[in-house]
């Protein structure tokens, strides 16, 4: 997703609106006679609009369980049933974190739970309260739904026990020590579903942030002459490739030290408002005797508050560079406050990076 299509996406909280709330009442009432419609409305939506996405989350979950009489075990088969009927998998995530809240002393019960509701709606929040509870039995239960033959629950095996999962608290045992989720990641290191891939790379990409060095070690021992294990390699070492790690260069195939000039690196307009678009261009050509696989990615020096400057760095292109030959390269990105990074006036560095070398610098400048 672009930072554009971020800006123009209507509120993710939005997800949990009075009528989708409306619609889960109306569905839950029509399973169980038992079930307080009325009183889920009214609990579900005090200070809705004050809320945010995980804490309506939450809410919804606490609502279900204050408008559904008793045991854990009784409001669970309701909710299987429900799982069906809410159609939309963000919403869903209310049933495994109904499971969460009100089913640690049922552990039995909700792995099943889980097992059942993340096909529906990811379990990855909730079963990260059972590994804080019992992190070698519930990581256990998670090797074993490795081999699942449902992808969403293969995938809840990975996602579910990443060190640095986003929207989530992190597992502090496994930034120290990854090495418990190993058995996870060996058995969906050449997953057929990209949905598993993508979490297995995240998994991957989070160790990496903390022990690169064993992430190295890892796919070192993989075959990368499978399509599946070399995709999630590449994905997994992004934050690494960024840095211009060349151990994680090497590992995806590029060459090493790039021989390049640039001819032309062009940072265009020079001056914009807040709101505007700049487009950076540059003509790369080699210098090399022999072909080159080069990785090229850019890096904005965003001025901040403070007077000083945060980089990130965004990815351009893969090239493939023959001898003698060149690449005209092109990228047009918006300059917009947004949810992650507000904008400040001033000049704004910008720097062309080959396979982890800063090659050409531009800049423009933000109007105040």
């Known amino acids: 997703m672009t930072e554009d299509q971020t800006l123009a996406a209507p509120a993710l909280k939005e997800i949990f609106d009075r009528d989708r709330l409306r619609h889960i009442a109306t569905e839950t009432a029509s399973i169980s006679a038992a079930f307080d419609a009325e009183k889920f409305m009214a609990l579900a939506t005090a200070n809705l609009d004050d809320l945010g996405i995980m804490q309506r989350l939450r809410q919804t979950a606490t609502s279900l369980h204050g408008a559904l009489p008793g045991s854990f075990e009784r409001g669970v088969d309701v909710l299987y049933e429900l799982a069906p009927r809410i159609q939309h998998s963000f919403a869903s995530i209310v049933l495994s974190e109904y499971v969460a809240l009100y089913g640690k002393g049922h552990v039995d019960l909700s792995m099943q739970a889980l097992h059942y509701f993340t096909r529906f709606g990811s379990a990855e929040f909730a079963i990260r309260h059972f590994l804080a509870m019992d992190f070698d ?38 930034i120290k020590d990854p090495s418990p989720t190993a058995p996870i990641l060996e058995t969906l290191r050449s997953d057929p579903s990209l949905y598993v891939r993508k979490s297995v ?15 190295i070690d890892r796919i070192s021992a993989w075959d990368m002459d499978d399509r599946n294990t070399a995709w999630i390699v590449k994905h997994a070492l992004r934050t690494m490739i960024k840095k211009g790690d060349p151990r994680a260069l090497g590992a995806i195939g590029t060459t090493g030290k790039p021989m390049v000039r640039v001819d032309t690196f062009a940072v265009q307009p020079a001056a914009i408002l807040l709101g505007g678009r700049i487009t950076l261009k540059a003509n790369i050509a080699s210098t090399a005797e022999t072909a080159q696989q080069l990785v090229v990615d850019y890096a904005v020096h965003y001025v901040k508050k403070s007077g000083g400057s945060s980089k990130k760095v965004f990815k351009l292109k893969e090239i493939n560079l023959a001898p003698g030959s060149q690449k005209e390269l092109s990228i047009s990105q918006a300059v917009r406050d947004f949810t992650t990074r507000k904008h400040y006036p001033g000049h704004h560095l910008i720097e062309l990076i080959v396979n982890g070398e800063t090659v050409a610098e531009g800049g423009f400048e933000l109007k105040g």
């Not at 995938?155 to 929207?167: F, H, I, K, T």
């Open 137 to 174: 039995g519930t990581l256990k239960v998670m090797r074993r739904w490795a081999l699942d033959d449902n992808e969403h629950v293969r995938r809840l095996a990975s996602e579910g026990s990443r060190p640095r999962l986003p929207w989530s608290f992190q597992l502090k045992q496994l």
């Open 201 to 215: 790379a995240n998994h991957l990409n989070d160790i990496s942030k903390d022990h690169p060095d064993r992430v």
